[in-house]
């Protein structure tokens, strides 16, 4: 059983650490006193009792715990079953369910059930569903079809996670919870209802105050568009033209705030009504739509879904995404880990990852055998305190019914079964000090949402998008494998050596004097094409670019080209010299000021002027990378920048190769993770042990398929 003292009782040391209201690490020694007491680390399932007949929950319990794991979630979508009919409320078969968990001694998240209302709901109030980017309501049948601002939805929603949160506040078991599910994902991310509409009138007013500093940001003399009154101001929906950039970018923030704010008045409830138990949500890794660090800003830490194979897929649709020199998955999977983790630079928890084939109509291939071990070690490497494999049974009706978990539909073993297993029985033995110590970063990517957004709003050429290009340049500088946060605008920048920031479209005079101390003070700092071309009320600044950090950069934009046909070479020089490269689908072209000439564009009408340029400025550097380089080139550069830096690998590996770095207590451990699915040789720069056998290591080791080895360095 688990009690308040548990949770606090000894665990002074992971509190501070995890930095949570309650210290998720002591579940596992409160829960699984057998083996689990030296682990820091949740190992759990997400379970759905309610798609179960209850004649398997006794045994589900068992095998669970037989299985080795320290908790579940459960319940997120079980709205129908909680409130049969308008606030008839019925729990008992959920408490039958946490009893029989919490009797085996597994902890339990409850997860507050509002992305699938019942059909009661929708018929009593259909103007609770969501309105599409083509001005279409959509229909209940599916999830997550919901207005995020609909007082009625949201009512609802508050009525039955407060009556669960007062129903299981103290039952024995219970120990935190998941609100909602995947806020945002679904196949229309912004809802253009009326309240949304009347919401968003309601946000600009509390925003700009008067009318007039409105219609100025905007420029809404443009077009005849001058507002006099708030309630004129429409949302960004087809209108025989594209809508106001400025609105148009105001709009998707409202609708990030529109989703935090739902998530909010759930979580007031539960630091109200559940005062003990730890807070959380599960977005999904590289979703885009809601601004993550303030979704998590108010939870006890960030928790988000993994599933590496559904990349693969995507990967299969768009061949063409194949030829680049970093691994497309790997990247894609460390970068989202990266991501969880520096959005409140804490460890953080995977809500869900992939056991199995996963998908709804179609689904990613089968993971091969050792991936799901490695995708475990891989959350672990960059972070995670807590893993839980989707899911504990496979359901053999509805919408994810090939949605395959560690038991078949038949409830014998999945292929993974055995191998998720004895990752589970490995974690635990991995010792308490390295699960503990801290992943040290001396590079940050900057992820802006206010860029991607206005990219996404006016993307300039047809293959550009914000998120490919900070895939790409945190797949180019990932090889440098000394650890990466992926930090906002706003962000400390001074933990860091280097700081690179693709694609920084929108930037803001705080954000620029950031940099500018940054650099000042020795910092390294790395722009990529579009460098402050808009300020942060998406008007284009009416200094010549790169706007408020010419100074910084010590260049001016000569121009700023969209490319087609045109490859123009790119031809290095001084600290680049090396291959000649090719800009892809722009060129910013530079005139230097006070800055050095790195690059220079070798064909086109550019030729001979600068692509990449480097100036001092104060006691650090800044660059300004204006190519669209190709995949070799950028992976080149941006690797010898962030070594003129200080940033270095501490050894030479293989591609396909993942290596992280963990210390604390003097103390320092490597993950090395191979992510081909063949053996490769490494040649390890330090000896060390084997944290798993405890032999020495030394010279060269050999990584089997997809294998995993954590050393403790000597
Ligand atoms: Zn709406």
């Known amino acids: 059983m688990i009690n308040r003292r548990d949770f606090l009782g000894g665990t002074v040391a992971a509190l501070a650490v995890a930095g949570s209201r309650h210290p998720v690490w002591a579940l596992a020694r409160t829960t699984a006193p057998n083996d689990a007491s030296m682990i820091p680390l949740l190992l759990g399932v997400d379970y759905y009792p309610d798609q ?148 968003f009138q309601d946000w ?75 807070v959380t949500t599960n977005n999904v890794g590289l979703v885009d739509y809601i601004n993550q660090r303030d979704l998590y800003a108010k939870l006890d830490f960030v928790a ?19 030829n680049v020199t970093w691994d497309p998955v790997l990247t894609s999977t460390a970068m989202s880990h990266d991501i969880g983790r520096s959005l409140q630079g804490r460890p953080f928890v995977i809500m869900e990852e992939q056991s199995g084939k996963a998908g709804q109509r179609m689904f990613s291939p089968q993971p091969e055998k050792g991936q799901l071990r490695l995708w475990t070690y891989q959350a672990v490497a960059h972070g995670a305190m807590g893993v839980n494999y989707f899911r504990w049974d496979t359901a053999t009706f509805g919408a994810e019914e090939y949605w395959h978990g560690i038991l078949n539909h038949d409830r014998s073993p999945s292929p993974g079964f055995d191998e998720i297993k004895q990752t589970i029985k490995e974690l635990k033995a991995l010792g308490r000090e390295v699960l503990e110590s801290q992943y040290v970063a001396d590079a940050a990517v900057i992820f802006d949402y206010d860029s991607d957004w206005a990219v996404q709003i006016q993307p300039q050429h047809y293959q550009l998008t914000y998120m490919s290009q900070v895939t790409a340049w945190y797949g180019a500088i990932s090889p440098s494998h000394t650890g990466i946060d992926v930090i906002v605008p706003g962000a400390e920048l001074a933990p860091y050596k280097i700081v690179v920031a693709p694609l920084p479209y929108v930037l803001s005079e705080a954000q620029a004097q950031k940099i500018r101390e940054f650099v000042r003070a020795g910092g390294t700092f ?48 001084g600290a680049l010299a090396g291959p000649d ?16 000439v790195l690059a220079t564009y070798s064909s086109s009408e550019h030729s001979g002027k600068a692509a990449i340029t480097r100036n001092s400025f104060g006691k ?85 398929a997809y294998g995993v080895q954590v050393l403790r360095l000597s």
């Open 304 to 322: 988000f879904d993994n599933y590496p194979g559904f990349f693969k897929m995507h990967l299969h649709q768009q061949a063409k995404s194949e």
């Open 581 to 596: 490269g090719q800009c892809g689908i722009w060129a910013d072209v530079l005139k230097p000021e006070t800055a050095e």
């Open 204 to 278: 600009l007013r509390a925003k700009y105050g008067k009318l007039d500093t409105l219609n100025q940001a905007w420029g809404t003399v443009f077009w005849s568009q001058t507002y006099t009154d708030f309630a004129q101001i429409p949302l960004p929906l087809s209108s025989g033209g594209d809508p106001n950039p400025g609105l148009a970018l105001d709009y998707d923030r409202y609708q990030s705030y529109a989703n935090v704010s739902f998530l909010e008045e759930q979580l007031t409830m539960l630091r109200k009504v559940c005062p003990r138990h730890f």
């Open 526 to 573: 790395v722009a990529g094409f579009r460098l402050g071309a808009k300020n942060e009320f998406s008007q284009i600044v009416r200094t010549p670019l790169p706007g408020p950090v010419r100074d910084i950069m010590g260049v001016t934009v000569e121009d700023y080209v969209p490319l087609y046909w045109e490859k123009p070479g790119v031809k290095f020089s």
């Open 620 to 704: 650090g550097k800044a660059i300004y990378v204006g190519a669209d380089l190709d995949p070799a080139s950028l992976s080149r550069v941006l690797q010898t920048l962030a070594a003129s830096a200080g940033v270095q690998s501490m050894m030479e590996l293989p591609r396909g190769i993942e290596m992280t770095v963990r210390q604390g207590g003097g103390k320092r451990w490597i993950f090395l993770m191979n992510q081909k699915p063949e053996p490769q040789a490494v040649k390890l720069a330090k000896p060390g042990t084997d944290l798993l056998t405890g032999q020495a290591r030394s010279g060269e080791i050999e990584l089997s």
């Open 52 to 199: 179960t007949p209850e004649s398997l929950w006794e045994e589900d319990a068992r095998m669970m715990a037989d299985f080795g794991i320290t908790n579940v979630r459960i319940a997120e979508f079980a709205w129908a079953l909680m409130e049969p009919s308008e606030g008839k409320f019925d729990f008992a078969w959920l408490k039958r369910s946490v009893d029989i968990l919490n009797k085996h001694n597994i902890a339990i998240i409850l997860g507050t059930p509002s992305a699938s209302p019942p059909p009661w709901l929708t018929v009593t109030y259909p103007e609770v569903v969501e309105v599409d980017a083509q001005g279409l309501p959509l229909h209940p049948g599916g999830r997550r079809f919901t207005c995020p601002t609909n007082k009625t939805y949201r009512r609802l929603s508050l009525a039955v996670a407060s009556q669960m949160a007062r129903t299981f506040a103290e039952t024995p078991g219970v120990v935190g919870w998941q609100i909602d599910n995947e806020l945002t994902l679904s196949g229309s991310p912004r809802c253009y209802c009326n309240f949304c509409r009347a919401g």
